[in-house]
Nanobody, 117 residues
């Protein structure tokens, strides 16, 4: 069964950095578009970053210049490098594998990122 497991979250001070990891198993990772979403308390889930199978990326305006999404297909892992973190980045971060005819849609269970002094 396809599975995504996030890790790397934690507590960090404003201006600090974290690197999130999403390890995938199951079919279709290498050809799938992968996303990072986040959801803060009382807010709807927000698309943060996207990376295609070929490495093309896109970012929400709120994180451009600060966050970098990347992937290592050999390791079936997608990353989110988060720099210059702000309190408003506090959220549960989820990785997402988009479904297609050769990949199954899958959501991870999330990892908590808290930016606070």
């Amino acid at each position: 069964q396809v599975q995504l497991v996030e890790s790397g979250g934690g507590l960090v001070q404003p201006g600090g950095s974290l690197r999130l990891f999403c390890a995938a198993s199951g079919r279709g990772f290498n050809i799938a578009i992968m996303d990072w979403y986040r959801q803060a308390p009382g807010k709807q889930r927000e698309l943060v970053a996207t990376i295609t199978s070929g490495g093309s990326t896109n970012y929400a305006d709120s994180v451009k210049g600060r966050f970098t999404i990347s992937r290592d297909n050999a390791k079936s892992t997608v990353y989110l490098q988060m720099n210059i973190l702000k309190p408003e980045d506090t959220a549960v971060y989820y990785c997402h594998q988009r479904g297609s005819w050769l990949s199954e849609e899958q959501w991870g269970r999330g990892t908590q990122v808290t930016v606070s002094s």
